[in-house]
C-alpha cells in the first residue's frame, strides 16, 4: 500500500486448487492480460463450449484421479468421437494435434494409459494396484496432468483462433500430410444373398466352345468321352446349325406357287 514495497501474498480460492504455484512475473502481464481479453470474446458454442466447461470442472477436482474423466470427456467432444471407431483412433489424433511427428508414438501411448487408468479407476481400482498392474513407469498422477496440460493446449489454441475448431478434420489433415498411416476398418454390411435372390455381381464369361477327346475304353467296354472347355479365338461360339434338334416336315419341300400355302384373309 501507498509507497511500501511489493510482497508476495496467496491468493484464496472457494474451489480445490492443485498443481504448482504459479508466479506472475511484471513481463508477462501484457500477455495474460491480452489472452484473457480473447477467451472472454470468444463465441464458441456447441462442442468446445461444453468440452471448455468439462476443463474446468476438472480443475476444480480435489484430486487429479477425480478430475481424469472430465478430461477424457472433453477431449471426446472435441474431437466428435462418439463411436467405437472414433474413439479407437482419438489418442492418434490428440498425438497429432499436441506432439511433433517424432513424438507422436510416445503421446498417443500416454493418452491410452489414461483411457486404460479411467476403466481401471471406474470397476473400483486403486492408483496404488494401478502402478502394480502398468509398472512404475506411468503414475497415475503424471498420466492426469500431461492429459489436462494438452487439453489446455488444444483448447486455448482453439479459443485464440490457432487452431479450426473441427479439430477432428485438423489432426486428420495433419496425419495425411506427415505421410504416417491412417487406420481404416471396413465392415461388410451386404446380407449374403439366397439362392432365389442372388444376382450376378460380375461380367458374363467369354464364350466357351465344346471340345470332346476321345479317352482309351473303360472296363464297361464303352469308349469314355471326355468333354472339356476352351475360350474360342474369337470369344464367340461357334456357329450352330440353326435346324439341330428339328424334325424335317414335308412342307419344307412346297414350291413358289404362293397359292400352296397362302389363303385369303
Given at each position: ?18 498443481g ?34 468439462r ?81 512404475a ?24 483462433g ?21 487406420e ?17 455381381t ?24 471326355e ?39
Amino acid at each position: 500500500m501507498d509507497e511500501g514495497v511489493w510482497k508476495p501474498l496467496p491468493l484464496g480460492f472457494g474451489a480445490h486448487v492443485r498443481g504448482e504455484p504459479w508466479v506472475l512475473e511484471a513481463a508477462e502481464v501484457a500477455e495474460l492480460v491480452e489472452f484473457l481479453g480473447v477467451v472472454s470474446g470468444a463465441r464458441h458454442g456447441g462442442r468446445i463450449a461444453w468440452a471448455l466447461s468439462r476443463f474446468e470442472m476438472g480443475c476444480e477436482r480435489a484430486l487429479d484421479e477425480e478430475a481424469l474423466s472430465d478430461y477424457l470427456l472433453a477431449l471426446r467432444a472435441l474431437l466428435d468421437a462418439d463411436d467405437e471407431t472414433a474413439r479407437a483412433t482419438l489418442s492418434r489424433r490428440v498425438a497429432a494435434l499436441c506432439a511433433e511427428q517424432s513424438q507422436r508414438r510416445a503421446l498417443q501411448r500416454r493418452v491410452e494409459l489414461a483411457f486404460a487408468l479411467e476403466r481401471f479407476l471406474v470397476g473400483g481400482g486403486s492408483s496404488e494396484a494401478y502402478v502394480e498392474s502398468v509398472g512404475a513407469a506411468a503414475p497415475p498422477r503424471q498420466i492426469v496432468r500431461e492429459v489436462e496440460t494438452h487439453l489446455r493446449a488444444v483448447l486455448r489454441d482453439v479459443l485464440c483462433g490457432y487452431l479450426d475448431p473441427d479439430l477432428k478434420a485438423a489432426a486428420d489433415d495433419i496425419l495425411v500430410a506427415s505421410g504416417e498411416p491412417i487406420e481404416i476398418r471396413a465392415t461388410d454390411l451386404r446380407h449374403q444373398p439366397t439362392a432365389d435372390s442372388r444376382q450376378p455381381t460380375e461380367p458374363e464369361p467369354a464364350q466357351r466352345e465344346m471340345r470332346f477327346t476321345r479317352e482309351p475304353e473303360q472296363a464297361t467296354g464303352e469308349p469314355a468321352v471326355e468333354v472339356e472347355e476352351a475360350e474360342s479365338e474369337t470369344g464367340e461360339l461357334p456357329a450352330a446349325d440353326e435346324d439341330a434338334g428339328v424334325t424335317p416336315s414335308a412342307d419344307w419341300e412346297l414350291d413358289d406357287d404362293p397359292a400352296s400355302y397362302s389363303a385369303p384373309i
